[in-house]
């Protein structure tokens, strides 16, 4: 086998690596190490092996309230905790080929002794608590790991550079930034050391500091150590390689941190042929990058290009999983959002009816994603009622009953929703509500809030078609609005936490301004009343 196989078969392994950031999916830092394997990781996704599969109920992974929102690029906290270097190496040793720079004995065997023991335990102690969330426990074992892997292995051991690196990362969560770096940079002095500065591991390790750059928004040592670590993979594996692509892809979101959204673009582009040519075009990983493509796209309002990548990741998904699959719905109502701002309604609105109907086939009748996906289809029938207003008055109105009905439907699933939030007992005695209950909470008031701000639109498009005088105030609408300021105040006052999240803010501001505009200088009062 040659060398550069037997370096990508290590490299497919290691799990000293640098765990895929800028997740388009919810990973939480109870993870295990992501493989730079695209098929690998596609994998977990698909089964959940280790525990990390993606909740397609979790309402963060796929509501889209105000047509597109903005990009927005959450750091992964995967952490990456090393692989046992002996094994890596006696795999490697199988091959002939000698990648291992483990300190040998007279026998020709790894070195084992008290100390090499007691690493092994104090590593798998500490990866175990780590992952039961007991961080200060896991810190002093991973702590005593690297001393104990000086002592056994010696001090410039590859081993102890997997134990600096455990326990970087757990500093990397507890957000001790300070106490890290020092860590991985030792970790990656120890590694060029053993295997030479070009060596495959040592671009892992280059990977996963930049990583912590990236966390710190330290954004031009983050492309730095990025492109460094690309430089050895493209030497080592060759270019084409889907480890390549990986770490292109992560120059490629530093760059769009940095404001060059052109050259991300370019870079991101690239990275995802490599994996179309290498066979990967469908997984999830290269699906994850065509979505991210694709807002990029959005946010500079080239609507036609967005499109097209949404039908390749809708066609993929048809495919692969069917249509009763949410992870088909969400590609489909994202296509339909980006058709609603293209105005091509007719398209947009048959694509939302499909997903309501699997919605209700695969969801709770009640779930918070069914009143999303109305809300949607009524500003779909508002769209239409303005092209029909002027040529046919009767098709108009009857598009706003069907705007106003989806409406009181998605205002009714998400004060249920609400509804039991109050209604749980706070043990503790604070304003917050957590995981998934607190996600669901704020995806619910955002769905509330903007329900009820359409709503007061729809009622001044009835009146408009019914030809009222301008003085007259439309109670209806009027009542929708205070409804609409009454709720997020009611959850200023009990669920504070709640209402910290901009999507939030930025309902409530439209629907204040809504109001200001209807009421006037009488707003105050009416609120005060209300």
């Known amino acids: 086998m040659s060398l550069r196989m037997a370096m990508a078969k290590l490299l497919k392994k290691l799990r000293f690596s640098a765990s895929h950031a800028f997740s388009s999916s919810t990973v939480t830092t109870n993870s295990l190490p992501v493989s730079f394997s695209g098929k690998r990781l596609s994998h977990w996704y698909q089964t959940g092996e280790y525990g990390w599969r993606a909740n397609l109920r979790d309402p963060c992974l796929w509501i889209v309230i105000s047509g597109h929102v903005v990009v927005t690029l959450g750091i992964s906290a995967n952490t990456a905790f090393a692989e046992d270097v002996t094994s890596e190496t006696s795999s490697a040793n199988s091959t002939g080929d000698d990648l291992t720079g483990l300190r040998k004995i007279e026998d020709g065997s790894v070195a084992s002794n008290i100390h090499t023991a007691k690493w092994r335990v104090f590593t798998d102690k500490g990866r175990e608590l780590f992952l039961q969330g007991k961080l200060d426990d896991a810190e002093r074992l991973f702590v005593a790991a690297i001393q104990e892997a000086k002592e056994g292995f010696g001090e410039q051991d590859p081993h102890v550079a997997s134990a600096c690196n455990n326990l970087a990362e757990l500093y990397r969560v507890k957000k001790a930034f300070d106490k890290a770096e020092p860590l991985y940079l030792e970790a990656i002095k120890i590694l060029e050391e053993s295997f030479g500065p070009d060596d495959v591991r040592v671009a892992v390790a280059v990977h996963n500091l930049g990583q912590f750059y990236v966390g710190q928004r330290m954004l031009e040592k983050a492309r730095v150590s990025y492109e460094r670590a690309l430089k050895i993979k493209r030497r080592v594996l060759g270019y084409g390689h889907s480890e390549c692509s990986d770490t292109m892809y992560q120059i490629g979101m530093v760059l769009y941190l940095q404001g060059k959204e052109r050259d991300a673009e370019t870079i991101i582009k690239e990275s995802i042929s490599m994996l179309e040519t290498g066979g990967e075009g469908e997984s999830f990983v ?39 699959s949410l992870d088909t719905v969400i590609a489909a109502e994202s296509l339909a959002l980006t058709l609603q701002k293209s105005s091509e309604t007719k398209q947009s609105k048959e694509l939302l009816e499909r997903c309501l109907d699997v919605r209700k086939a695969l969801l709770p009748c009640d779930h918070i994603q069914i009143g999303a996906n109305r809300l949607h289809l009524a500003r779909v029938a508002m769209l239409d009622c303005s092209q029909y207003k002027e040529s046919d008055v009767s098709r108009a109105k009857a598009e706003l009953v069907m705007a106003k009905d989806h409406l009181h439907n ?4 998400a004060r249920q929703c609400l509804d039991k939030v109050l209604k749980q007992k706070d043990k503790s005695k604070k304003n917050s509500v957590r995981g998934n209950s607190r996600k669901e909470s704020q995806a619910a008031l955002v769905i509330l809030l903007q329900s009820l701000s359409t709503l007061a639109s729809v009622e001044l498009a009835k009146q408009e078609l019914q030809k009222i005088q301008e003085g007259d105030i439309n109670l209806e609408a009027q009542e929708a609005l205070l409804q609409c300021i009454a709720a997020y105040n009611e959850f200023v006052i009990h669920k504070k936490s709640i209402v910290d999240s901009p999507e939030i803010k930025n309902a409530y501001l439209s629907c204040f301004k809504h109001a200001q505009t209807l009421l006037g200088n009488k707003l105050d009062e009416r609120v005060s009343k209300s």
Not at 295 to 312: G, H, P, V, W
């Open 286 to 324: 290269c699906i994850r990058r065509l979505r991210f493509l694709s807002q990029l796209y959005l946010k500079s309002n080239r609507l036609d290009e967005a499109e097209m990548i949404q039908r390749k990741i809708l066609n993929i998904m048809e495919l692969s999983k069917g249509w009763y």
């Open 410 to 413: 998605s205002i009714r699933i």
